[in-house]
């Protein structure tokens, strides 16, 4: 069993910046498939960015222009840039990995493996 551990959550003020970073516990496992979701307070599980293989992103609209989604395949590390946040931006963010391929890439339930989540908190 793998776990995800995601890092770089922290409080901001609106207009700042974060990079999360989420690391597998096994350094070879390196799934096709991985993305970003958030769950904001009172409101749904989200997708925010998702990636297929090395550079195929997908991003929700409203963070789109703002949110970078990449991968080091060299240090095996998923990162999310994310400039420009705003207080809509506050929630836990966590990472996913390893769906089927048919699957759409912010079908939450569609992934096998999650972390605990790291907490972004923007202030305005």
């Known amino acids: 069993q793998v776990e995800l551990v995601e890092s770089g959550g922290d409080s901001v003020q609106a207009g700042g910046s974060l990079r999360l970073s989420c690391v597998p516990s096994?350094?070879?496992?390196?799934?096709?498939?991985m993305a970003w979701f958030r769950q904001r307070p009172g409101k749904p599980r989200e997708g925010v960015a998702a990636?297929?293989?090395?550079?195929?992103?997908t991003y929700a609209d409203s963070v789109k222009g703002r949110f970078t989604i990449s991968r080091d395949k060299a240090k095996n590390i998923l990162y999310l840039q994310m400039d420009n946040l705003n207080s809509d931006d506050t929630a836990k963010y966590s990472c996913?990995?390893?769906?089927?391929?048919?699957?759409?890439?912010?079908?939450?339930?569609?992934?096998?493996?999650w972390g605990q989540g790291t907490q972004v908190t923007v202030s305005s």
């Open positions: 990636i297929e293989g090395d550079d195929v992103t």
């Open positions: 996913a990995a390893e769906k089927g391929p048919n699957r759409p890439p912010f079908l939450w339930v569609a992934y096998n493996h």
């Open positions: 096994r350094s070879t496992y390196s799934p096709k498939y």
